[in-house]
């Protein structure tokens, strides 16, 4: 169309994918663009992904928004999304959260940074793993040290009962 494609596709083994995608000038003189995907495998398999981008040129704001999120034939899953937006020359804050969970185990993670006019970081993450053969679970968190701009990284590690244990090197 006028704004932009979506093709799609199969294959001979049972497979399908779709994109699409488009670009759109706003009535406040941004602009946007848009992608996405789907994806299925003949094994049962499935994916999707979508994400947008809005610039303005004469104020120098922007944003974006992106995720995607999968299913593997063997019920494992993970997902993603994240989120930017800043104006030129006057920094930038970016938010995100990934999780997965599998026959192995789960792990998930969150974080929110901001990059500051001056170049200083300000934010942190926070990670969360769990084995399903062990039952430990290790919880980290990262924290941008405001006296030195430097991230600051701890982390503890308990049992299935919740009991404080040594965390695993591998």
Same mark, same amino acid.
């Not at 006057?90 to 001056?118: H, I, L, M, P, V």
């Not at 053969?133 to 040290?145: K, L």
């Not at 299935?160 to 244990?165: K, Q, R």
């Given at each position: 169309?006028?704004?932009?494609?979506?093709?799609?596709?199969?294959?001979?083994?049972?497979?399908?994918?779709?994109?699409?995608?488009?670009?759109?000038?706003?009535?406040?003189?941004?602009?946007?663009?848009?992608?996405?995907?789907?994806? @299925?495998? !003949? #094994?049962?398999?499935? &994916?999707?992904? $979508?994400?947008?981008? /809005?610039?303005?040129? =004469?104020? *120098?704001?922007?944003?974006?928004? @992106?995720? !995607? #999120?999968?299913?593997? &034939?063997?019920? $494992?899953?993970?997902? /993603?999304?994240?989120? =930017?937006? *800043?104006?030129?020359?006057?920094?930038?804050?970016?938010?995100?959260?990934?999780?997965?969970?599998?026959?192995?185990?789960?792990?998930?993670?969150?974080?929110?940074?901001?990059?500051?006019?001056?170049?200083?970081?300000?934010?942190?993450?926070?990670?969360?793993?769990?084995?399903?053969?062990?039952?430990?679970?290790?919880?980290?968190?990262?924290?941008?040290?405001?006296?030195?701009?430097?991230?600051?990284?701890?982390?503890?590690?308990?049992?299935?009962?919740?009991?404080?244990?040594?965390?695993?090197?591998?």
């Amino acid at each position: 169309g006028q704004n932009g494609t979506v093709p799609a596709a199969a294959n001979a083994n049972g497979g399908a994918v779709v994109r699409g995608r488009g670009k759109v000038e706003n009535a406040d003189g941004s602009t946007t663009v848009a992608s996405g995907g789907a994806r @299925r495998t !003949a #094994a049962g398999g499935r &994916a999707v992904r $979508a994400g947008t981008a /809005t610039y303005d040129e =004469t104020t *120098g704001a922007y944003s974006s928004q @992106r995720g !995607a #999120a999968v299913q593997a &034939a063997n019920g $494992a899953t993970a997902t /993603t999304q994240s989120s =930017t937006s *800043g104006t030129r020359g006057e920094g930038f804050t970016r938010s995100g959260s990934t999780s997965a969970n599998g026959e192995q185990g789960s792990a998930s993670t969150s974080s929110n940074y901001t990059r500051n006019a001056d170049g200083s970081w300000a934010g942190g993450s926070d990670t969360t793993i769990t084995g399903n053969a062990s039952g430990i679970t290790y919880n980290g968190t990262t924290t941008i040290d405001p006296a030195t701009g430097q991230p600051v990284h701890s982390y503890s590690c308990t049992d299935a009962s919740g009991a404080a244990v040594t965390c695993p090197t591998r």
